[in-house]
């Protein structure tokens, strides 16, 4: 098993479209997730960290559930800007920088 | 406000032949490191440095080798390049060890004939 599992997609959704991606990991003590943004041919950007509690950043929400090990990204009100493949990172304890698992990605394309 | 620059951007090698990947950050950032990026499979750790003049292995480090003599600035070279080492290079740093949030650089696409 992976350490990090994502569906590849892509997801293709019309703009204005709620889309949500769910990320799985096998490590139970990993205590540390993101999602990253990367565009085509560009650099992963930090999008968000994702707390136990869940958080949100504007139309982005992410959770955590740690009994079932997945994270996921909910994207609401899609842009055509929001086109791009988002990373879940997950960290393997005992964390730091150099203790990330990168997933493969999600694509997500944003459509008029 | 540079963050983390790569260079170069492109690159195209033979076989057996050697080069140098430039990194360079100017947000007095602690930590550094090099992924690659692959068709299918995520970024993969090369090298990390948590300091000047301190370095160690990250997952596929073979091939590769690093130096860190000032905290700005971190290459990495190819030893004798192989086709297998054709892919996208970045390089990233944190503030700090413990801190898991990157910056990355833009990227150099390498391809190994």
Redesign the interface.
Known sequence: RKE?EQDPGPFNVPEGATVAFNCTYSNSASQ?F?WYRQDC??????LM?VYSSGNEDGRFTAQLNRASQYISLLIRDSKLSDSATY?C?V?RPP???????????TQLKVEL | NAGVTQTPKFQVLKTGQSMTLQCAQDMNHEYMSWYRQDPGMGLRLIHYSVGAGITDQGEVPNGYNVSRSTTEDFPLRLLSAAPSQTSVYFCASSYSTGNEKLFFGSGTQLSVL
């Open positions: 990090v540390s993101f041919r560009k650099e992963p950007k930090l960290s990373l990172v960290n964390g730091g920088g150099n203790k990330l698992t990168f997933g493969t990605g």
